[in-house]
């Protein structure tokens, strides 16, 4: 554990705020979602500044549709993504990463001086990071479909069926990017910011999982993926249940890392790719696009943040 003078600690705190205010946002700003619902878009009428997609009809509901709809998800991300327009948002979120990796290991060294050292942080970090390890969301979807069952609700199942199918498409890319990646969680690092290894040995790996498996988190892309598909089945919720879900998500990521399971790091990239399977999985049908006429090209800034108690960097990544 490294010493840190009181001043640095509200500097390292300051960042901590700043990064977890970037998370909810990034997840709930209007912008973003415009810029994720023209990445999920399948079928574009015209080129206009104002298009509009062709909607197929939606094949009926069976108990199997959560599966069988995974491979086409898979395709729909790989091919709205991969692409030139897209390019810019791809280089945002690669250097908000890499601004974050600055902050990671002061971050954790604190985070990890307090989660050692209070009781009520480590049980309060702890209960948030069960609530993003996949099973309260299949949980979540296995309540959906016993009511939707019992009360013949034909969009509570919608919604169960959705809630599987996006954490078992979601989840696979993430295992993929974390089998690529080999990075060291914050609690088994060996180094500052802890180790990358590329491509690891897959017996090394599975024998020392938290060794190589903290990029991109799961846990907030599963918890990010699960309430956008609730809020997308169910928009009369989102005046109360969106900015409860926000927070809850946030504090995963807090809890994730103040655990030692996660860097900040590990986090943009895990909110990106749970708004987009979410995104996909609760619109089947594809999504109807208005695009602005503005330059709609991501934006990365970095600032001084400074406060009459802190001191800290402001990211802003703007779509």
Known sequence: MRS????????????????????????????????????????????????????????????????????GDWATWWNTTFRE?????????????????????????????WYKRSRVVKDVSDVFVYLGDGKPQFGLAAAYGLYGWLANDERALLTASQITEVILACGTVIQVMKHITGRE?????????????????????????????????????TALATLTVVLENYPELK????????????????????????????????????????MIASHPEGLEVAKSPDDATPKLSLSPSISPISKGLRVSLQF
């Not at 997609?53 to 491979?71: A, C, D, G």
């Not at 914050?186 to 060794?211: A, D, L, M």
């Open 4 to 71: 840190c003078s009181s001043v640095g600690k509200k500097a390292v705190y300051s960042i901590t705020i700043t990064m977890l205010a970037f998370g909810v946002g990034l997840a709930g700003d209007d912008t973003l979602r415009v810029a994720m619902q023209d990445s999920v878009a399948m079928r574009i009428d015209s080129p206009s500044d104002s298009q509009s997609l062709i909607s197929t009809p939606t094949p009926k509901l069976k108990w199997y549709t959560m599966f069988e709809r995974i491979p």
């Open 85 to 113: 327009d897209k390019i810019p948002a791809m280089l945002a979120v690669t250097a908000l990463t890499a601004a974050t990796i600055v902050t990671d290991q002061p971050t954790w060294d604190v985070s990890d001086y």
């Open 185 to 221: 969680s914050p609690f088994v690092s060996t180094r500052t910011n802890g180790r990358w290894v590329f491509f690891p040995n897959q017996i090394e790996y599975h024998k020392k999982v938290p060794h190589y498996d903290a990029y991109p988190s799961g846990h907030i892309a």
């Open 239 to 278: 005046p109360w249940l969106q900015p409860i879900g926000y927070f809850v998500v946030g504090m995963i990521g807090v809890g994730m890392m103040t655990s030692g399971i996660h860097w900040w790091s590990d986090y943009p990239l895990g909110l990106v790719l749970g708004y987009q399977f979410g």
